[in-house]
């Protein structure tokens, strides 16, 4: 059976997260922290999933293949805004 999970996003360039055999649904902020949504499979081992996270207006690194999750905002007056992707790690 399949679940909704949610897990916590660091605001820093690049980061793991550990998800059960999952599909990404979105990425969001609720009161005021972001998180990806996930609908997983909890009774699977997690696999180690890398993500990169870009401010808008700073550069993106075309050496890694990027799978855009979404955008969101922080800050009171969406100050600073920031884009998620999924690096895709399956060789060719």
């Given at each position: 059976m ?7 996003i ?83």
């Open positions: 399949k679940t909704v999970y949610k897990y916590p660091q605001i820093k360039d690049e980061q793991w997260i550990a998800i059960p055999g999952g599909e990404i649904l979105t990425v969001g902020v609720q009161r005021g922290e972001p998180f990806i949504w996930a609908k997983v499979k909890p009774s699977i081992q997690s696999d180690n999933r890398k993500f990169r996270l870009v401010g808008t207006g700073h550069p993106i690194d075309e050496k890694e293949t990027l799978v855009y999750i979404g955008t969101f905002q922080l800050s009171e007056y969406g100050d600073l805004v920031f884009h998620l992707f999924e690096v895709d790690l399956k060789p060719f």
